[in-house]
């Protein structure tokens, strides 16, 4: 599914050098539920970018799938966040003069789906989220905690074969952090592979796999034992 061999992540701004990765290898099976944690800064959303295909790696190789992605096109990239990648991001990232279902079809837009197929599947999306009467109200009408259900819903749409999720509950109270959280659960129980960075433990509980960053390496990679379930 996600493997990563020896991969690095060079900043550099004229003279200046900032090392973000040094050398991460890794690897994620299919149907795995991975938290990924550490401080800020430790290197840990850089290597969900890489991941998500939003940022290149200086060095290393990553594959996906399969496929070695290492060498392919801006395009090419693109067309995999379209199919295989769903996101899931703290802040939401809703067009807010857009309404929950039409900020749902949006990845379908850029996949070229009908317009009637676009439709059927975003509702479908929204009902696996509870937010089926909600599909005509605009993100300003609607709660963070169901804002991020739209988010999630939106990432699903196109039936990813995994998401990736940074800091999905960083701007939600404990009750709602539960049931975005239950959520995700239900996601990765069907079969989506889940990979979430987090800093709260309590969050990362829930995942089946704990990755432990500092200063751009992984210093600790375990299988959680007392994990939280629904």
Avoid: W
Avoid at 158 to 186: C, F, H, R, Y
């Amino acid at each position: 599914m996600i493997k990563l061999e020896n991969v690095k992540k060079v900043y550099t701004t004229g003279e200046i050098s900032l090392t973000a990765l040094k050398g991460i290898s890794m690897e994620i099976k299919p149907g795995e539920f991975v938290s990924i944690m550490g401080p800020s800064g430790c290197g840990k959303s850089t290597l969900m970018n890489i991941m998500g295909c939003l940022d290149r790696m200086t060095s290393g190789k990553y594959t996906l799938n399969g496929r070695d992605i290492s060498g392919l096109s801006d395009n090419e990239l693109a067309e995999i966040r379209c199919r295989e990648i769903g996101f899931v991001f703290q802040s939401f990232n809703l067009l807010p003069r857009m309404t929950v279902l039409e900020n749902v079809e949006l990845p379908m837009v850029y996949a070229g789906i009908p317009r009637k197929e676009r439709r059927e599947r975003a509702l479908a999306a929204l009902e696996k989220v509870d937010l089926g009467n909600r599909i005509r109200h605009r993100p300003n009408e609607i709660s963070g905690g169901q804002k991020q259900r739209v988010a999630i819903a939106r990432a699903i749409v196109n039936n990813p074969s995994i998401i990736l999720a940074d800091e999905p509950t960083g701007n939600l109270d404990t009750k709602v952090t539960k049931e975005i959280m239950k959520i995700i659960q239900k996601l990765n129980d069907d079969g989506t592979t889940v990979v979430l960075v987090t800093h709260e433990p309590d969050v990362a509980q829930y995942s089946k796999r704990i990755i432990h960053m500092l200063d751009g390496e992984i210093i600790d990679d375990k299988l959680v034992n007392d994990r939280k379930i629904f």
